[in-house]
């Protein structure tokens, strides 16, 4: 024993940060798995308290491994980043709003925490501001160890591992609609074969309200137009950016003095006595193409309502609140710039509102 020294001892610990970045449907600031929705792929930042120096932790968001660099990583299938092999220190997290999103939601839900990350509150936003661009916390101190004050910290021992897994951030996402006016041919509700879309149709899309109809003034006009990629068709619209709601697209009456003069919506008939009859249009939130064979889509009929009296209407379509639109349309206006050419992401576009027309 004279001759052994036993207190030559070295510790190691290391401490992370996360954790969910997430669409804010019913942007209440808060996250709760029923009403709200994850989101992939948004790129998140590690930043020093300075807010200029970002911290190299590379996409997989480990300090000290071979692909460390600036970037940030971006959140997994659940929605999750982790910036893991840290020292203790003050650190700002910026995420990158993913596209056709704003943030962050509500800054009131814990303002407490938005203000002071370290007040530890899980699943609430903590993006200051609203922007459509880089958001960022505040500044949020990583120590080491348990601590009374931040109950939501998870501490291994047998790792030497500390872990804050409440810097969260909550997006309110838009949304697009559209599609495709087109001429009838047939009167059966099917965009075929060589029917073609009808260019200079003028729509306007409007909330609807508890009853399905139009309410309150014009939201957004457009008018069809021609898909100019080589080979593109006619009868294009787009209604974008719009928030999650309920919604009602017109086409208006003017066009039946002008573009469409002397046409019938798909289903109108004339009945032996003279009288005039509609057979009832499809929902459109069926999520169906009128391109497909599978399904009669023309989602217009013409109306009487006050206000809209000779216009066709659509029944209501509900966007939102969270990106859960269809995925499968095959009618799409591939001239637009947009990676899914539709104005919004994929999940975030519902491109089956049709109207079809006939002589």
Not at 11 to 29: A, C, H, I, T
Request: negative net charge; charged residues 15%; aromatic residues 8%.
């Amino acid at each position: 024993d004279g001759r052994a020294n036993m207190t030559v001892d070295f510790g190691f610990y290391k401490l992370s940060v996360g954790d969910l970045v997430f669409s804010d449907g019913n942007e209440n600031g808060s996250y709760l798995a029923a009403d709200d929705a994850v989101l992939p792929g948004a790129i998140v930042h590690l930043y020093s308290a300075d807010g200029t120096t970002e911290i190299p932790v590379g996409t997989d968001g480990i300090l000290g491994t071979s692909d460390d660099g600036a970037g940030g990583m971006p959140t997994n299938a659940s929605g999750l980043y982790r910036f893991d092999g840290l020292p203790a220190g003050d650190y700002i997290v910026r995420v990158d709003a993913p596209i056709g999103t704003t943030s962050s939601t509500i800054d009131s839900f814990d303002q407490t925490d938005n203000d002071a990350p370290n007040t530890n509150t899980n699943h609430n936003d903590n993006g200051d501001g609203i922007s459509s661009g880089t958001v960022s916390s505040a500044p949020v101190t990583l120590a080491a160890g348990s601590d009374v004050t931040r109950p939501n910290n998870t501490v291994t021992d047998s790792t030497g591992t500390t872990h804050n897994p409440t810097l969260d951030f909550g997006f309110i996402p838009a949304f697009s609609l559209g599609n495709r006016v087109w001429f009838d041919t047939n009167n059966n509700g099917i965009l075929d074969a060589g029917e073609v879309g009808i260019n200079g149709v003028a729509l306007e899309v409007y909330e609807a309200n508890a009853s399905g109809n139009p309410t309150g003034s014009a939201l957004g006009t457009a008018t069809t137009h021609a898909n100019t990629d080589l080979g593109g068709g006619n009868g294009y619209y787009l209604f974008n950016p719009l928030p999650a709601g309920n919604y009602v697209v017109v086409v208006t009456a003017s066009n039946f003095s002008g573009v469409l003069n002397g046409y019938w919506s798909t289903g109108a008939s004339r009945a032996d006595n003279g009288g005039l009859s509609e057979t009832d249009s499809a929902d459109p939130d069926n999520d169906a193409d009128a391109s497909s064979a599978a399904s009669s889509d023309d989602n217009g009929m013409h109306t009487t309502l006050t206000g809209f009296n000779g216009a066709a209407l659509s029944k209501p379509v509900t966007l939102g609140p969270n990106p859960t639109e269809p995925v499968g349309e095959t009618d799409l206006e591939t001239s637009l710039l947009d990676a899914d050419n539709q104005g919004q992401p994929n999940n975030r576009a519902n491109m089956t509102v049709d109207f079809g027309f006939y002589t």
